[in-house]
């Protein structure tokens, strides 16, 4: 089955969802259309709240596409490929509409990042989380900003020095990256679409207020995320 990236607009509920056959990884065409997706959402205003899931019923996301990542042969590229997060990253914490994150696997480096900018995050207790990137010698250093301003500086610290090692879904949800955890994807969809339905028939103007607030002091990220995009 080939990559996709696809919004569904329902009563005010843009449902976005992304897939790749080799564990929802996230080539820099998928990160672009990601980024332009959530863009376009949060601009559109038929939408009023945002559903961020992925494809499959097995691993959430497995971050960055490894394919691309042995491919970098200079700084540059390197450059131009972690902007991709950067971007998405950006696009997530600037979109005026709450995003509700659906959990329901595995979530590997970018995967993780991509959980942390979403504003409430579902899961399922099968969720287990890791930043594998220094085992493969490099680091977390653009989804860092989001992961350690969502779970703290100490958890994040741990996730990116144990880099082998898979922390779980409780382990995750007590340390503020989760809000919920479910025994199934069944339970666990029953509960994003009643929170999503309050949110589609709330106050905009409120939400997109909060939604500041949350974000506040994440300003100089367009500069900061680029910068590390580069390290």
């Given at each position: 089955m080939k990559?996709?990236?696809?919004?569904?607009t329902e009563k005010g509920i843009g449902t976005i969802e992304f897939f790749h056959p080799h564990s929802n990884s996230l080539p820099s065409h998928v990160l672009s259309?990601?980024?332009?997706?959530?863009?376009?959402?949060?601009?559109?205003d038929e939408v009023k709240v945002i559903i961020l899931r992925s494809g499959g019923d097995r691993t959430f996301c497995a971050g960055a596409s490894f394919d691309e990542l042995i491919s970098i042969e200079d700084?540059?590229?390197g450059k131009q490929f972690f902007s991709g997060f950067a971007n998405?990253?950006?696009?997530?914490?600037?979109?005026?509409?709450?995003?509700?994150?659906?959990?329901?696997?595995?979530?590997?480096?970018?995967?993780?990042g991509m959980a942390s900018v979403t504003d409430y995050c579902f899961a399922t207790?099968?969720?287990?989380?890791?930043l594998s990137?220094?085992?493969?010698?490099?680091?977390?250093?653009?989804?860092?900003?989001?992961?350690?301003?969502?779970?703290?500086?100490?958890?994040f610290s741990?996730?990116?020095?144990?880099?082998?090692?898979?922390?779980?879904?409780?382990?995750?949800?007590?340390?503020?990256?989760?809000?919920?955890?479910?025994?199934?994807?069944?339970?666990?969809d029953a509960a994003i679409l009643t929170l999503a339905k309050k949110l589609a028939s709330s106050n905009p103007d409120s939400m997109r207020?909060?939604?500041?607030?949350m974000w506040d002091g994440t300003d100089h990220w367009d500069n900061l995320l680029l910068k590390r995009a580069a390290m």
């Open positions: 990559e996709y990236v696809i919004i569904n259309q990601l980024t332009e997706t959530i863009t376009e959402a949060g601009e559109n700084e540059n590229q998405l990253i950006n696009a997530a914490r600037k979109c005026p509409k709450f995003i509700i994150g659906r959990v329901q696997g595995k979530a590997v480096g970018g995967g993780v207790k099968y969720a287990s989380v890791k990137e220094l085992a493969i010698g490099i680091g977390p250093f653009v989804v860092g900003p989001p992961i350690e301003r969502k779970i703290g500086l100490s958890a741990q996730l990116t020095i144990n880099a082998t090692e898979w922390q779980s879904a409780q382990w995750a949800k007590e340390k503020g990256l989760f809000a919920e955890i479910y025994e199934s994807a069944e339970e666990m207020g909060l939604k500041q607030v």
